[in-house]
């Protein structure tokens, strides 16, 4: 069928607008599962989700549909293979958990009861990440629809995990286990969001993570500090050094090696960063803070999206109750976490991070450091056609509107699917900073969630060509 632009849209939203209603209700009752991934208690909702899911993607018309066990809760996969093929294949990653919530925490109505007030959905799940996953199952069948296609124009795939909001403990091992099914020549993650409703944009990337505990031995026990301090090493004094020694003057992590792999933003890349709407006051609202602090040289956006980064994330030590005990304490701890941005490799980081603590512990310090599971750092280079593909179907969506782009400064297991996969990872979101990810009211834009089922019925008929360019 062949349609102009024009044409091809008024297709699509007229498809969308039919079975609105519908897909609204059928989101509702997704939302009433509280697949919390987190309480063990809930472990049976999370899974009853993902047997939800696995019923509705085959009432989608998702000839494949699996749910793939793992260690911990259920993912759900579902491919539906295009008639061509040669047709480039797709990968779509979201999950299906959501974060605890009671109506105690804050919440106006019961967060597992979907409401709609004034156009917005309020419920946990609602933006993070339910309505964006299920965007999708609209999606594709507009795509037909306005194309009398009876399949999609990629080799479409969905891998929608249960444990995102617990850390994706057991994610890679499944990615690394089925990687022969989940093969693609690019990854959309809708687990993401716009600047705000007046402003559409693309994520192009999101930061990767290293994150330590460091315990710190010096007595064996508790002991006097009259008798004894300033003669013996102190713990919590040493915990204090190394924490005083991870930034420099200029607020640059200060450890050897650190920078080593960063990728540098461009000046164009940096120009688009400042072409952003960012009230700095606003955003210090927003982070309960009374000032911007970071690396000297650069933007706040710029230390959150595209510099790597230190924190302090915990320290204690000895005494912490009320009044004074005089006392060398026997031990001290600290919590520290990375940021890393592309580039960077979280083994080479870590073992910088171990070499760094051996110049700063002293003699009669016994310490441990303990690395959890890193997250890899992913980015999509502004040229890449599929990024293009992206940009021009949310366009189109948008009545035309110039589509900008940001990055994320969190982290997320998108790494690990470039990382296995081998395919550029490209995100696809439409939520917005008012949702309230992980807060009380979490809610969703209806009319921006709409606008969501339009790109992807856009884009799945542009990413063949853009994907086709990359590959040559």
């Known amino acids: 069928m062949s349609e102009t632009p024009d044409s091809a849209v008024h297709a699509v939203r007229t498809y969308i607008a039919q079975h609105r209603a519908a897909f609204l209700d059928d989101l509702a009752e997704w939302l009433r599962i509280p697949s919390v991934s987190a309480q063990p208690d809930r472990a049976g909702d999370v899974r ?18 699996e749910i793939w066990e793992t260690d911990g809760a259920p993912a759900v996969f579902a491919e539906w293979p295009c008639a061509d093929p040669d047709a480039p294949t797709v990968l779509v990653y979201g999950h299906h958990d959501v974060q605890p919530a009671a109506r105690e925490d804050g919440w106006h109505t019961d967060p597992f009861e979907p409401t709609v007030v004034d156009g917005r959905m309020y419920a946990r799940g609602a933006a993070d990440d339910k309505g964006q996953v299920f965007f999708h199952t609209l999606g594709v069948r507009a795509h037909l629809a306005a194309t009398g296609r009876t399949t999609p124009a990629v080799h479409l795939k969905l891998l929608v995990e249960g444990e995102e909001e617990s850390g994706s403990p057991h994610f890679r091992a499944l990615v690394e286990a089925r990687a022969d099914r989940l093969a693609a020549d690019a990854v959309i993650v809708s687990d993401t969001g716009m600047w705000s409703e007046t402003t559409p944009t693309v994520c192009t990337g999101m930061r990767g993570l290293a994150d330590c505990e460091i315990e710190l031995y010096g007595p064996d026990q508790d002991i006097h500090s009259g008798s004894f301090g300033g003669a013996v090493p102190n713990p919590a004094t040493v915990a204090g050094r190394i924490v005083a020694a991870l930034h420099d003057a200029e607020e640059r992590v200060a450890i050897p090696g650190f920078y080593d792999g960063v990728t540098e933003l461009t000046e164009a890349e940096r120009a688009l960063v400042a072409e952003l709407p960012f009230d700095e006051e606003s955003w210090l609202r927003t982070a309960k803070s009374h000032a911007t602090l970071g690396e000297a040289g650069h933007s706040t956006l710029e230390r959150v999206w595209a510099r790597p980064t230190a924190e302090v994330n915990g320290i204690g030590g000895g005494y912490q109750g009320p009044g004074g005990k005089t ?19 979280p083994a080479r980081v870590e073992q910088a991070v171990r070499d760094w603590l051996k ?5 009669g310090i016994r310490y441990e450091v303990d690395f959890g599971a890193p997250t890899r750092p992913c980015l999509t280079p502004l040229g890449h056609p599929a990024l293009k593909a ?27 699917l470039q ?30 969630l709409m606008k969501g089922v339009e790109t992807t019925a856009h884009l799945w008929g542009d990413l063949p060509t853009a994907l086709r360019t990359a590959a040559h």
């Open 359 to 363: 110049g700063l512990v002293p003699a």
């Open 48 to 65: 009853r989700s993902a047997e939800w899911l696995a019923a509705k993607l085959t009432g989608t018309g998702f000839p494949t549909t």
């Open 419 to 448: 990382d296995v996969l081998g395919a550029p990872v490209l995100f696809l979101g439409i939520s917005v900073p008012s949702d309230g990810w992980h807060a009380p009211n979490e809610k969703i834009e209806l009319d921006l």
């Open 327 to 345: 006392i060398v304490p026997a031990s001290a701890l600290l919590k520290l976490s990375f940021r890393l941005v592309a580039g960077q490799d």
């Open 390 to 416: 992206v940009a021009g179907a949310m366009s189109r969506a948008f009545d035309g509107a110039r589509i900008r782009y940001t990055r994320e400064g969190g982290s997320g297991p998108a790494a690990d």
